[in-house]
């Protein structure tokens, strides 16, 4: 009978030895046993996990097409701890193994690599992991980003093997004219959201094709959530929204509706604010003002107006806009219109010597530090402090913003500055 000894291992990490002949003769059973170890050693179950293919593209595809299979890429970086977190966690998964195994030939791409940069020019890839799906010849099929949990991830690779769920599939039948079915439209936007693209005018597609009652779907919620959140006051998608707004009150939470408040009004009000039209700008300001809520339509109006205001060289304008928001923002501030109150007390300090001004400016950051004690709002108020002629007011606050500033390393130049003009007076 063949005797089996031990030679150098095959594997260090796990200790897997070759058999080979030996003068000892060993029993059937141990000797199947020992088989049966060695096998599981080099194979263990738990190291199933997704195959990626070795070589250039042009074998990738060759191989694809000799298996009649789609190519899942997956793009990434050495840096990104979230594909190391695909690596760990989805990529081992079993389900996952299974399904991309047997529906892909799977291929790994470093971002950094010759085709790596080809993928990132030619598909918009802005974040990684990345993943990208073709045919096997070569045809960008459809596309998603980020660390997807396994469920996730399955559900991208069985969207990229319906050509009704393809992203590129559809988007071509777009771009070709063709109309599409609710549903078709209804995939191409989560696609196309789903990977950081907006098509505005499909959008308003699918909103002419919607129904009050599809908005019981799950689906269709989140496809209209996230396209109201980044449409204007001109789109199908607002007048929609203005016709049903009680349904939406319903479906929605307040904090998403608030979200889709936010968009619509940052969406349509910095379009404005780029055509530079005055009656463009009160005229979308006023639609915006019927919708919102009132809370909301003035936060929106104590950001935006003054800037607009303020471009167009209307500072009277701005500052009568500023001083009536504020009234209302001071009921319930948040950290941004805070912020805010110091910004535009910043900018009157640094553009106006009108002491009305002025005395409005210090209210505004004062009230900001009186919510939050921030070494920046001190800092614009030691400076208002000085230049409404309040020197000792100046002063004291000014070294207390200095000594922040040299504890915590931040550049105390402009503060000393401010605090030598004080010494003249």
């Known amino acids: 009978m063949d005797r089996l000894v031990k030679t ?3 594997d260090n990490q796990r200790g897997v030895y070759i058999s080979e002949i030996s003068s000892k003769p060993l029993p059937m059973i141990k000797l199947q ?17 997704v195959d990626f293919f ?6 990738v595809l060759k191989e694809a097409k000799k298996k009649d299979l789609q190519v899942y890429v997956g793009v990434n970086t050495p840096y990104c701890e979230s594909c190391k977190e695909m690596d760990r966690h989805v990529y081992s998964d079993k389900e996952v193994a ?3 195994n047997e529906q892909f030939v799977n291929y790994k791409v470093d971002i950094q690599s010759e ?3 080809f993928i990132s020019s030619n598909y918009n890839i802005r974040s990684f992991p990345a993943h990208l799906y073709f045919s096997s010849a070569g045809k960008i099929l459809h596309q998603a980003k980020g660390k997807l949990p396994p469920k996730v991830f399955l559900e991208k690779g069985e969207e990229a093997l319906s050509p009704s769920f393809q992203l590129y599939t559809l988007k071509k039948k777009v771009e070709q004219g063709e109309e599409l079915t609710f549903n078709e439209y209804l995939n191409y936007t989560l696609a196309s ?18 129904k009050p009652e599809d908005l019981k779907d799950k689906k269709v919620q989140s496809a209209v959530s996230q396209i109201l959140y980044n449409s204007d006051v001109n789109s199908e998608a607002f007048c929609f929204f203005v016709k049903y707004k009680p349904l939406f009150a319903d479906i929605f939470s307040p904090q998403k509706m608030n979200k889709i408040y936010r968009g619509l009004a940052k969406n349509t009000l910095s379009s404005s604010m780029e055509v530079k039209d005055v009656h463009s700008f009160e005229e979308k300001m006023a639609q915006l003002k019927e919708v919102l809520p009132n809370t909301i339509a003035l936060r929106m109006a104590f950001s935006y107006e003054p800037r607009f205001f303020l471009s167009m060289g209307y500072d009277e304008k701005a500052f009568e806009s500023i001083q009536n928001n504020f009234r209302y923002i001071q009921s319930k501030p948040n950290a941004s219109e805070l912020k805010k109150c110091n910004d535009w007390a910043w900018y009157y300090y ?12 210090l209210k505004w950051v004062t009230f900001s530090i009186s919510k939050k004690n921030s070494y920046n709002y001190l800092d614009t108020q030691a400076h208002l402090y000085y230049k409404l002629g309040r020197y000792q007011d100046s002063e004291n606050v000014a070294r207390i913003v200095q000594k922040h500033y040299q504890e915590t390393g931040k550049d105390t130049k402009a503060i000393a500055q401010l605090l030598s003009n004080i010494k003249v007076h």
């Open 8 to 10: 150098e291992p095959i």
């Open 33 to 49: 046993l020992l088989l049966l170890i060695g096998v599981f050693l080099v194979h263990p179950l738990t190291a199933q996990q």
């Open 54 to 59: 070795e070589g250039k593209w042009e074998e």
């Open 98 to 100: 299974r399904f991309y």
């Open 115 to 117: 085709i790596g940069r």
């Open 193 to 210: 959201y789903d990977v950081g693209a907006m098509d505005h005018a499909t959008n308003d597609k699918l909103f002419t094709l919607l």
């Open 350 to 361: 640094q553009h106006s010597d009108n002491v009305e001004q002025l005395q409005e400016a």
